[in-house]
């Protein structure tokens, strides 16, 4: 018979009753985004993604719905984890669950996943992963910015930064279509962008801010650089 297993809140893993617990999990080095998806629910589109971290001797993953609501255990008493003795098989794990959760919900996938870029782990020699082209990794910062279709009049912030886009947080996004002129205050200089609003969240959700996700066309070269620069 198979034994039932339930999530721990000692680990935050899921494990049989009475099954040696691994202790509360504490990342043991830096933690960084891997995979992520963005993905329609009822309550708008989300962006979600897995984190990655080293604990002692395993590596955990998390669950992560941008910008900063880590997924919990049910009840509540601390975030889950996927635990295993590789970066890619914790993540692996988490994607599972994602998955499964997704699809039992309706929630339907919006694009492509993004793999984990490895470049920032330790080598994992003994594991397989099919290649694919590095995304735009996004960057979770705040900086001001000024915004409208036919010239930045509105006051708003950003809320994450990519090479090839971002996410304003507003009370008055523009429409899906809209494309949109953009005045962006970086720590070292003001850049004027343009870009089309390619989603819209039009009310607040708790962890979720109502704003838009911004494709960004012909991007400068100082923008760029300074978005690169960035960790």
């Known amino acids: ?48 993604g897995v984190l990655v971290a080293p604990s002692g001797e395993l590596w ?17 008493g601390g ?24 699809l039992e919900r309706g929630w339907k996938r919006r694009d492509a996943v993004e793999p984990v870029d490895l470049g920032s782990l330790p080598p994992d020699a003994g594991s397989t992963h099919p290649s694919a082209p590095s995304p735009a990794r996004r960057r979770l910062r705040s900086f001001p910015v000024r915004f409208g279709s036919a010239r930045p009049s ?6 994450n930064l990519s090479e090839t886009g971002l996410f ?25 962008l343009r870009g089309l609003v390619v989603w819209n969240r039009e009310r607040f959700v708790l ?6 996700g911004i494709r960004l066309l012909d991007p400068p070269a100082v923008y760029v650089g300074y978005v690169q620069g960035l960790r």
């Open 1 to 48: 018979m198979a034994v039932e297993s339930h999530w721990c809140r000692v680990c935050g893993t899921r494990h049989a009753s009475g099954s040696a617990c691994p202790g509360p999990l504490p990342a043991t080095g830096d933690e960084r985004a891997g995979w992520r998806v963005t993905v329609e629910t009822f309550d708008g589109v989300d962006a979600i």
């Open 60 to 76: 955990r993953a998390r669950i992560l719905t941008y910008p900063n609501v880590l997924w919990t255990i049910p009840g509540g």
């Open 79 to 102: 975030a889950m984890k996927f635990v295993a003795a590789s970066p890619r098989e914790a993540e692996a794990l988490a994607i599972a669950f994602l998955e499964r959760h997704c």
């Open 154 to 159: 509105t006051d708003a912030v950003t809320g």
């Open 168 to 192: 304003i947080s507003t009370h008055e996004p523009l429409a899906p279509g809209t494309q949109i002129r953009m005045r962006l205050d970086l720590e070292s200089a003001q850049v004027a």
């Open 207 to 212: 962890g979720r801010p109502a704003g838009m």
